[in-house]
């Protein structure tokens, strides 16, 4: 819940709306009680299209945190007094509440309104980069950092940054981010998974949602991955820490520096990489979705350089004579046997 200071007396009503919403965070409103806040949230909604926007409770999380920003910042600039003490995670009450005090302190009840239908602020908005079979995109962000997207990756990042911290989210796949420094706005990467916080670096992060590792290494500088707030280590140049998903396990190694990222100039390195690795790598290069039914292929790892502009018979033949095995193409799938 989003408290803020007021300054208007309070009348009757709105001292029965905010009997309502105590009792809400006490968890004693009744059916009928609870109906009336529906009532009184809803008309705030002009065409009830916005009331469920959420894929899921990570999503509605930043949306809330969004509001709560939004709705401080306006208070902050109108009055010069505003503070957030909390939010909780059911944020819908607790920031509609907050729109309610800060009618009471200023009259931008119009202004409201106007946000209400309006697009979203530019700078809390999300932008959202997905990329296909056989396709990479370079970004620069808001602040000059450059993000390497390879194939069949996808990314949530704000058009600018507004908050204390640089935040952008790598929703699946692989990616490579060059940060600018900046020592008093961490750059943090959410993965869903561990998460990783810098201040100006270059690191490779790999979290396809297939693989059961997400593989973090930085090429230069120093990383902190965290995992549900715990810190699982500090990475400086050449390390690199795999998460294993199954046993909620993490370790540490050596990677060349030189080697991360190497994917964006299109050069292919595959060390001791799993089938499912493998099969990645051919979808992200050549579109092609790799198959077998062999358990040994399913068990083996596979180590090879190649460069993306080879042609994928030449790829699939240097496999099958490390591993032994023929392939065949049909259509848009290559099996092994």
Not at 63 to 81: C, E, F, H, P, V
């Amino acid at each position: 819940f989003l408290y803020v200071y007021i300054s208007k007396p309070i009348s009757v009503d709105d001292a029965l709306l905010q009997d309502l919403l105590e009792k809400y965070h006490q968890g004693t409103l009744t059916s009928a009680e609870k109906k009336q806040l529906d009532n009184w949230y809803n008309r705030f909604d002009t065409t009830g299209a916005h009331l469920y926007p959420f894929t899921d409770t990570g999503d509605e999380m930043q949306a809330g945190q969004r509001l709560a920003a939004r709705i401080s910042a306006s208070l902050l600039a109108a009055t010069g007094k505003a503070r957030i003490v909390h939010l909780y995670r059911k944020w819908l009450y607790g920031a509609a509440a907050a729109v309610f005090l800060l009618l009471l302190t200023i009259p931008l009840y119009k202004l409201l309104l106007k946000q209400r239908v309006a697009a979203p602020s530019p700078t809390m908005a999300l932008q959202t980069v997905n990329t296909p079979d056989g396709k990479m995109m370079k970004l620069t962000l808001a602040d000059g950092s450059q993000v390497w997207l390879n194939a069949n990756s996808g990314i949530r990042y704000p058009a600018a940054f507004a908050a204390a911290n640089r935040e952008v989210w790598l929703t699946d796949g692989e990616a490579f981010f060059d940060i600018s420094p900046d020592k008093k706005h961490p750059f943090i990467v959410h993965t869903g998974k561990p998460d990783a916080q810098v201040l100006g670096t270059s690191f490779n992060i790999r979290a396809y949602k297939q693989l059961k590792k997400v593989s973090i290494g930085v090429a230069s500088g120093k990383v902190q991955v965290v995992q549900d707030a715990q810190p699982l280590g500090v990475l400086t140049e050449s390390k690199q820490l795999d998460w294993n998903q199954e046993t909620q396990s993490s370790s540490i190694h050596e990677s060349d520096a030189a080697r991360m990222g190497n994917w964006k100039d299109g050069l292919i390195r595959l060390d001791g990489a799993s089938f499912t690795e493998l099969s990645i790598m051919i979808k992200n290069v050549y579109s092609y979705t790799l198959e077998t039914r062999n358990k040994t292929m399913q068990q083996a790892t596979f180590t090879a350089t190649f460069r993306n502009s080879n042609k994928i018979d030449d790829v699939m033949k240097m496999i099958c004579r490390t591993q032994q095995v023929k392939y065949r193409k049909q259509g848009s799938t290559i099996t092994l046997y």
